[in-house]
């Protein structure tokens, strides 16, 4: 069975950053895309960034833009999620989620989640 494990999230304060783990087992980031998702109380969950498993371009919710960098290390089979100048609207449970090649199609394995808190 797939395995997706977030790892990475805390309490920092507003402006600070924190970078998160998404460490892949069973399936290859060679051929799954992989995304994050958030989900705040009360809120729905939002896709916030999502890395192909070609070369394509990697795409980032406007929300996010300029100040997240998704980015893998295919050797370890890992993915990142780099947030930079947080705010308490970023805090959330943070998910990643594995898609068969594209970010488009349909996130078949999912994580546990790992919760970012944004406070002074």
């Known amino acids: 069975q797939a395995q997706l494990v977030e790892s990475g999230g805390g309490l920092v304060q507003p402006g600070g950053s924190l970078t998160l783990s998404c460490a892949v087992s069973?399936?290859?980031?060679?051929?799954?895309?992989i995304g994050w998702f958030r989900q705040a109380p009360g809120k729905e969950r939002e896709g916030v960034s999502c890395i192909p498993s070609s070369d394509s371009s990697s795409y980032y919710a406007d929300s996010v833009k300029g100040r997240f960098t998704i980015s893998k290390d295919n050797a370890k089979n890992t993915v990142y999620l780099q947030m930079n100048n947080l705010n308490p609207e970023d805090t959330a449970v943070y998910y990643c989620a594995a898609a068969f090649r594209s970010c488009r199609r349909e996130y078949e394995y999912w994580g546990q989640g790992t919760q970012v808190t944004v406070s002074s």
């Open positions: 069973v399936l290859s980031v060679d051929y799954y895309a």
